[in-house]
């Protein structure tokens, strides 16, 4: 089992400028969680799917982000344009879901550490 | 939003002792998690505990919920340097079961 996997590790770009992170979740997670982490802080949801909906995205900035999971695997999230604020880990989760497992506990990926200059 | 307030946010100790750290949160909760993060890493899940139980083992590890003071206390008995890492629980409530997380309790192990 690979667990959950994201890409790229580490991503460096100028303000303005798009970014994209790709999250592949453990197989036969229904659910999947993007979340921000800024440097000694507790993660933020962005969004969670259940499958391919979307349940959750209040906290998501839908100016200037965006995401998707097609086919209810993997997902994506964008940013564009970024801001110099948008400098944060993006990490990306996935768990059964409270109703298959009775709680919701999350595996975690490593993150995609995102600099904005 | 985050409800769970970890306390203390850092915390120093020797290699053998061993390091409490407690979770305090806001509303009623169907469950408590803790989960562990090494530097530059993604968080891994390490114990739940629900809201009808008041205590849980797994390991060195011991979890403590009290549900009319709203906390919870997270036990690592006989600490390694391996243990090292950012700690932070999760409330879950409410029909939706939104996990709400703490900012984080930051232990040091010193070998």
């Known amino acids: 089992e690979a667990g959950v996997v994201q890409s790229p590790r580490y991503k460096i770009i100028e303000k303005k400028q798009p970014v994209a992170f790709w999250c592949n979740p453990i197989s036969g997670h229904n659910t999947l969680y993007w979340y921000l982490q800024n440097l000694g802080q507790g993660p933020e949801l962005l969004i969670r799917y259940e499958n391919e909906e979307a349940v959750d995205d209040s906290q998501l900035p839908k100016d200037r982000f965006s995401a998707e999971r097609l086919k209810g695997v993997d997902s994506t999230l964008k940013i564009q344009p970024a801001e110099l604020g948008d400098s944060a880990v993006y990490l990306c989760?996935?768990?059964?879901?409270?109703?298959?497992?009775?709680?919701?506990?999350?595996?975690f990926g490593a993150g995609s550490r995102l600099t904005v200059l | 939003s985050q409800q769970g307030e970890e306390d203390p946010q850092a915390l120093s100790i020797q290699e053998g002792e061993n390091a409490t750290m407690n979770c305090s949160y806001k509303t009623s909760i169907n469950n408590l998690q803790w989960y562990r993060q090494n530097s530059g890493r993604g968080l891994v899940h390490l114990i739940l505990?629900?809201?009808n139980e008041r205590e849980k083992h797994s390991g060195r590890l011991r979890v403590t919920l009290d549900t009319s003071k709203k906390s919870s206390s997270l036990l690592i008995t006989a600490s390694r340097a391996a243990d090292t890492a950012s700690y932070f629980c999760?409330?879950?409530?409410?029909?939706?079961?939104?996990?709400?997380w703490g900012l984080g309790t930051s232990l040091a192990v010193n070998p």
């Open positions: 999760a409330t879950s409530a409410g029909n939706n079961r939104k996990l709400i």
């Open positions: 505990i629900r809201s």
């Open positions: 989760a996935s768990s059964l879901g409270y109703y298959r497992s009775g709680a919701n506990v999350l595996t």
